[in-house]
């Protein structure tokens, strides 16, 4: 078995959790989406955050703003749609019992 996959895989399990639960703090930008991310060890490239924006999007979760920058070319940001703010607090709830039930296995020692 390998271990690295293995966390690479529970790391994705959680991205549109956390990238929704950015989103639904305010107006981002998908670098500084980015940033966040790898700042919290949830390694993620470019090739995986767009897609991923947008099926988010299709599925009415976030919708986004084009807006000029006045150091190159217009910058997409991204909010959270009210469909999208119900959708993450029940993935927020589904979250602590998953990580109350974990720690509660992780902590059994019998």
């Not at 639960?21 to 919290?40: F, N, P, Q, W």
């Not at 749609?81 to 509660?104: A, P």
């Amino acid at each position: 078995m390998n271990l690295e996959n293995t966390q690479i895989q529970m790391r994705k399990g959680i991205l549109e959790f956390c990238i929704l639960k950015i989103i639904s703090r305010g107006e981002v930008y998908a670098s500084d989406m980015l940033g966040e991310l790898t700042s919290a060890k949830i390694m993620v490239v470019e090739g995986t955050l767009y897609p991923l924006l947008t099926r988010l999007r299709k599925a009415g979760l976030v919708d986004y703003k084009w807006v000029e920058s006045s150091s190159g070319p217009p910058r997409k940001y991204y909010t959270i749609t009210d469909l999208g703010t119900e959708f993450v607090n029940n993935l927020e709830n589904t979250w602590q019992e998953l990580v109350q039930s974990t720690s509660q296995i992780i902590s059994n020692t019998k």
